[in-house]
Nanobody
Framework: QVQLVESGGGLVQPGGSLRLSCAASGNISRIYTMGWYRQPPGKQRELVALGATKYSNSVKGRATISRDYAKNMVFLQIDMVKPDDTAVYYC????????????????WGQGTQVTVSS
């Protein structure tokens, strides 16, 4: 089994920055990719950032995704946050559970609430 545990989030003022962390643990042979999705209130889950360079248009230029490969972690920072950034943010990982056989599974974190409000 693989677990993804997120941290960060909470209440952020408009114009401020948010920073989220996610650590993967468990039966990990090798990580194929990690990223972040979010689900705004009343809307479907949507991509925020994935891999090294893929960003949604809604955060492009304001968001930075980064990795600590040694610790199996992924981070997300969004600057100049807006009320539209309010959402539950989910960590995502596509992980080789058997690299020699090319077997991969997708995993999700439990989600962390981010509220942008003054």
């Amino acid at each position: 089994q693989v677990q993804l545990v997120e941290s960060g989030g909470g209440l952020v003022q408009p114009g401020g920055s948010l920073r989220l962390s996610c650590a993967a643990s468990g039966n990990i042979s090798r990580i194929y990719t990690m990223g972040w999705y979010r689900q705004p209130p009343g809307k479907q889950r949507e991509l925020v950032a994935l891999g090294a360079t893929k960003y949604s248009n809604s955060v492009k230029g304001r968001a930075t995704i980064s990795r600590d490969y040694a610790k199996n972690m992924v981070f997300l920072q969004i600057d100049m946050v807006k009320p539209d950034d309010t959402a539950v943010y989910y960590c995502y990982a596509d992980i080789y559970v058997d690299f020699s056989r090319g077997v991969r599974n997708e995993y999700w974190g439990q989600g962390t609430q981010v509220t942008v409000s003054s």
